[in-house]
């Protein structure tokens, strides 16, 4: 017994240092909200519906975690900074629009809109105290949901099945360099 949990207890840990190893750090820290999980997998099965698989642009494909980001380009690793930032700040209210794109170099980007003052308001309250580097010169709120071979993006425009759905997020995710993530939650 004692040699099968001393196997057991070295393969976790063998699986804990591989995963450590595998922790790369990015240029950038971000910040996103991420839609309840109800939302989230509506989202998730239409676009496996919405968007075959022989359109997916390789290596990107789909996106797994539906979200919307509010400020991607953070210098900081501390949560806290962030967290200090966003004290105060209460739940966040969006409404979901139809199927669009971003016509990228290499693929395109199939998102539904997004439209909330209270996301744009976070986005200034984040720009204005954290330090940043700005990657896209205008804040575009929107729900990645997969990335498609360029060219095939116009196909997947103007689906109205989640337009003028609202929801209502209670929390950011935090998500430093390493990929660490931690949950601020917003409460007034």
Known sequence: MRAFLLGLLNKC??????????KTEHEFSSTQVNLPA????????????FV????L?????????????????????????????LRGVGPVKLRLGKSSIFEGDEFDVVKL???SADLVRLHKLLRGGCEHTLTHPKYVPHCTVA??????GRKFVGDDRFDGVEVVVGEVLFSDKFRV????????
């Open 147 to 152: 990335y498609v071979r360029k060219g095939l």
């Open 113 to 115: 809109g997004v439209v």
């Open 181 to 188: 993530k931690s949950v601020i939650r917003l409460n007034k």
């Open 57 to 85: 642009f390789p290596g990107e494909g789909r996106e797994d975690e539906v979200h919307v980001t509010v400020l991607f380009g953070l210098h900081t690793n501390d949560v806290d900074e962030v967290r200090g930032v």
């Open 38 to 49: 109800l939302i989230a997998k509506r989202v998730r099965a239409w676009g496996k519906e």
């Open 13 to 22: 840990m063998m699986i804990t240092w591989r995963q450590f190893l595998e």
């Open 52 to 55: 075959p698989d022989s359109a």
